[in-house]
């Protein structure tokens, strides 16, 4: 089940009253996800979210230990592309067991079914998440996932509170921000509960999301035509974007 952590609480993980910038770096190779690492450094990011987009798992978790071991300070999260918490907590807990850190599990879908009167799929995964001490950030009413209907945000995400620590949600595609109408009816379901936002944050638009906890963006800091690399006039803007947010609250 969701740890009681509210927002402040996960802003503080990071020394942060502003919306946590967490870039997402579609992984390729451990060479340049290193490159993308020291961009989003020396720009002051406080983290990032790695994602294996192009390939399976088994490749992916080689690359992730590679990416610890060269940067162990690091703040990092990963996101299993295609599987739920069901099959990538008992390797997360592995890679714990085996000294890797990962800071924190995104998954696109934490199986949330406001339809249900229980939430079988939420406590099978539950039930797995075991030893792992890491975040858990699950997707709800998630781009490419099963759709969910406007009237059922506020349910949905009032479930989700209880099954992770950080309630996450999307706009329709990647690269397609979520509507200003969907943030604030998650906001209001879930009170002080974390937030995270993925998919069509952009220096642009960030100004619209000061209920919004963490900015889990990839495409919105890469140079143009680009999925894989971060820009770093881009992010330096978004973060400075994220910090005004700060400052207003």
Wanted: hydrophobic share 40%; glycine share 8%.
């Amino acid at each position: 089940m969701g740890e009681r952590m509210n927002r402040t609480d996960f802003r503080a993980l990071f020394g942060m009253r502003a919306p946590v910038v967490l870039p997402v770096i579609h992984v390729l190779d451990t060479t340049r996800s290193l490159q993308n690492i020291d961009v989003l450094m020396k720009e002051g990011a406080p983290g990032c979210f790695l994602i294996n987009h192009d390939f399976g798992v088994d490749r992916f978790l080689p690359i992730v230990r590679e990416v610890r071991a060269a940067q162990s300070d690091l703040w990092m999260g990963v996101n299993f592309l295609g599987v739920t918490g069901r099959d990538a907590f008992p390797k997360l807990a592995e890679l714990q067991r085996t000294g890797c850190r990962v800071d924190a599990y995104w998954a696109d879908d934490a199986r949330i079914d406001e339809r249900a009167p229980t939430q079988s799929e939420a406590q099978e995964i539950a039930d797995v998440r075991g030893e792992w001490t890491g975040l858990y950030l699950g997707g709800t009413a998630f781009k490419k996932q099963r759709p969910v209907k406007e009237s059922d945000y506020g349910r949905a995400a009032k479930i989700a509170c209880d099954w992770m620590d950080v309630v996450c949600t999307s706009g329709a595609a990647t690269g397609i921000e979520a509507e200003d109408a969907k943030i604030a009816t998650f906001r209001e379901a879930i009170g002080e509960k974390p937030l995270a936002r993925a998919s069509g944050i952009t220096p642009e638009n960030a100004h619209r999301y000061a209920t919004v906890d963490a900015f889990m963006v990839a495409t919105g800091i890469n140079f143009d035509g680009n999925f894989y690399d971060i820009d770093r006039a881009r992010l330096r803007r978004l973060l400075d974007v994220a910090e005004e947010l700060g400052d207003k609250t």
